[in-house]
Structure formats: C-alpha cells, structure tokens
C-alpha cells in the first residue's frame, strides 16, 4: 500500500505529537486509530478504489485522517479548502468529476453522492492502474482554474526519505501544493503540525509563541503584512529557527526588513509549482534571493530566459488545459529568470511582464520599492495601455493612514526619481481600500 512506510514510522512513534489543532494535541497513536475508522466508514459510504471525492475542509487532525485514509482506499481525492467561494467549489466539483462528496467539520464527517460517473480518459487511466489520485487546482489568475491529475503513488515518494522532524505552522491552505507539502514533509518526519485559529499575524505569532514552532512556511505578501503589524516586537518568536518562502517574487525590501528584525532566523526561498511538486532549493543567504533548485527526481534548464523543469513526480496533465510539457517532457514554468553560476533568481511571471516602449519592467522590482515608502501597508503592479509606449506602469495601493492621491503620488515620484528609472515609475496611480492579496495570500495583480 502506497501509505505503509508513513503509517509505519507512525506507529514507531505512536506516543509524539503530530498535531495541534485548537490548542489540543494530538498523537500519531490517535491519528493511527482515526485513519482506521474513518477508512471503514469511508468504504462503507462508498469511497472505495478509484473513487473521484472531493474533501471539503481545512486542516485538522480529523481531516488530516480522512485524507489519509482515502489514499490508503485507493480513492482519487480532491482537496477543497472550505473558504473557497460556492461558485469556485462548483467549478471544481464540476470540473474534476466528482463522485462523492466528503465535509470534515471539526470533528464531523458527512459524505454525499453526486450522481454523476467520471468520464474523462485520465481519471479513467489512473483508475485502470489501481493507484490513488491527487487532484489540484491553479488559482485561475489568470483565467479558468486548471484541474491537475497526480498519481498519488508517484508524488508520496518523494517523502520516502527520513529527515529531522520539526514543530511546523500549517499555514498554506489544504488544497494548496505548499500545504499539502507541508503536511507530508512534518508527518513523513514524525514531526508535529501546528495549525494556528486563523492565518493572520496575531494567531500565526501566537501559535509560534504558545507551541514553540520552529519553521514557518509562508509567502512573501504574508510577511510583509506580518511586517506592518508589529506582531514580531510583541510576541516570543525565539523558538523560530528557519522561515521559508515562496509561491511568488519576494521583494528585496521585505526580505532585508525580515532578517533585521528577527537576525536568528534563517530564511530560505523554496521553489515548487502543483504541476512538478515542491523541488530542493538553498538559498545563497538569508539576505539573498538567489538560490538553487533542483534535487533528486528533478532537473533544471534555461531556455532564452525561462525556467523549464523535468520532475519525476510531474502530474499526469490536466483534465481542461492542453498539456505544458515539451515533448521530451520539460514543464515550460513562465518563469523569467536571471543566473549568476549555479544560482537563478525569479525576476517574475512571464505574463505579468509590462512592456513599456520595449522596455521589459517586472512587477515585483517596482512592488519593492514602493513597499518601502512610509504609509503603505500593500501595492500592487500591473500594466496599463498606452497608446504610444503600448503600456505604462499603474500601481494599486493600500494606505496604511489616510492621505490624499495627491499628496501620494508626488511623494512616490520623488521616492523613486533616483531608484528608478523614468519608464518604471508609475504613470497611474489607484488608492484603494481592497486586499491586494488572494485568499492563498499570494499578490493579485489583475
């Protein structure tokens, strides 16, 4: 069975801490016992071997069970964070096919059917094998979300190796490829999951605090606020030893801003995308955003500019997108990169590119140093037609105190004289009161 070698070290290590969930804690002993009965339970209801179920929840040690359990079954499971939209979670139901639906609240578990039959040759394949099936989405950013098919057995062995078990923060969502490698990184380690009462700055500094956590993976938009809120001066963050970060282009300022305030914490930039699985990466220093990536099962190329990746444990395609894989199997990631040895930093998404008169301008370069400004809490990049240079430079911002258009946009312009150049600058500028961020705490730039 694909999960014998994890169940194993759980029971070598019945007695540990697996999880803390509403300040509770919970054993891999419990987590044994709750996989078991929620796997007799699961088949009874209909859940059995090749069975498309979507998960409805967020991370808890019951949902934690009840996703094992169903790889265990041989199901092909979805993962689907409770906060999402009922429109999005349509879309997903829809899109994946799914047979039964599974809702794990606190410690309730419901199942219905759906009615319907998976029909799509994929899904049919990885059934006709035998092997449970991961399914997850893209964010839709820009555009439809896209349903990725993995085979479950192909992605878990990347866990087969033991290393050190930490005391982790569960802070990218259930349905995320950062959350999902979160928790099998801290279970294939017997290490302990530590899931804050919410992802916000106070609760995430709290449950560092109160449970002595000592890894944080996060996002750069996520520390940047954890940054402006001061959480970090007033909480007991001294059991913290590493912050990762990824998902997006983390800004030089934020990074610099971080290091200064907590000095004992290494920070490292980690890789990874839902199609090829999360890749080894080492930073060059916490105070670098050049790094390396790759690792075993991965390899890494350079092609006029862009990262591709060939992953062993690269999805099996997508259920509503043409394939991203060349022929001889590269992912094409979008990515713009720079290399200075055997070390690439992310300039950005070939797709949020601005073209301003030829000129290349990434998001992520402006975004830092208009975070550095006084006042501004969140601010965002993007392009915006011009007739003549064919796009200019609009900046959306979030205030931290009241201030007038004005009065912003010609202190920005002198901010930036002399740390950009004029074709960088922002030409329109949008005072807003919005999030600039995603539910994945991730930049939204359209």
Not at 88 to 102: F, N, P
Not at 168 to 181: E, R, V, Y
Not at 276 to 304: A, H, N, P, W
Not at 358 to 374: C, R, T, Y
Request: glycine residues 6%.
């Amino acid at each position: 069975m694909v999960l014998s070698l994890l169940l194993s070290r759980f029971q070598e290590d019945a007695d540990q801490e697996a999880m803390v969930w509403k300040h509770q804690r919970y054993t891999y002993r419990w987590l044994l016992e709750q996989i078991q009965a929620f796997q007799i339970r699961l088949r009874d209801e209909g859940c059995v071997k090749g069975t498309v179920v979507a998960l409805e929840s967020d991370f808890s040690p019951y949902s934690v069970s009840a996703l094992l359990a169903m790889i265990e079954l041989g199901c092909i499971v979805v993962p689907v964070h409770y906060s999402s939209v009922p429109e999005k979670k349509q879309e997903y139901v829809h899109l994946v096919e799914a047979e039964r639906i599974v809702y794990v609240t606190g410690g309730e578990l419901h199942t219905h059917s759906t009615g319907k039959q998976a029909t799509h040759d994929m899904l049919l394949g990885l059934k006709a094998s035998g092997h449970p099936g991961i399914m997850l989405f893209s964010s839709g950013s820009t555009g439809k979300s896209k349903a990725m098919v993995h085979d479950a057995t192909s992605l878990l062995k990347r866990y087969e190796t033991k290393r050190s078990g930490k005391r982790m923060i569960a802070f990218m969502l259930f349905d995320h490829i950062g959350g999902l490698n979160t928790l099998l990184y801290s279970l294939s380690n017997t290490g302990c999951l530590i899931v804050p009462e919410d992802r916000t700055p106070h609760e995430v500094c709290q449950a560092i605090a109160q449970h002595r956590a000592q890894m944080l993976p996060s996002s750069p938009t996520f520390l940047n606020l954890l940054l402006i809120s001061g959480e970090i001066q007033r909480m007991d963050l001294s059991s913290l030893e590493t912050i990762t970060y990824g998902s997006e282009v983390m800004p030089e300022s934020t990074l610099y801003l971080l290091k200064d305030q907590l000095p004992h914490v290494q920070l490292i930039q980690t890789y990874g995308l839902s199609e090829v699985g999360i890749l080894k990466s080492k930073s060059r220093s916490s105070e670098s955003l050049y790094m390396k990536v790759g690792g075993d099962g991965f390899q890494t190329r350079i092609v006029e500019g862009m990262l591709q990746i060939k992953s062993d444990y690269a999805m099996l395609g997508y259920l509503n997108a043409p394939s991203p894989f060349t022929e001889d199997g590269w992912m094409i990631t979008g990515d713009v990169v720079e290399q200075e040895g055997d070390y690439i930093r992310i300039l950005g998404r070939d797709s949020d590119v601005i073209n301003v008169g030829g000129e290349k301008v990434f998001p992520a370069e402006i975004e830092s140093i208009l975070q550095n400004m006084d006042n501004v809490e969140e601010v965002a990049v993007s392009s915006e037609p011009n007739m003549i240079t064919g796009q200019t430079v609009k900046a959306k911002v979030k205030l931290i105190a009241d201030e007038s258009l004005s009065a912003f946009r010609s202190r920005m312009r002198q901010y930036c004289k002399d740390k950009l150049p004029s074709y960088k600058i922002p030409q329109k500028v949008e005072i807003t009161q919005e999030k600039l961020t995603t539910e994945r705490f991730k930049k939204q730039r359209r």
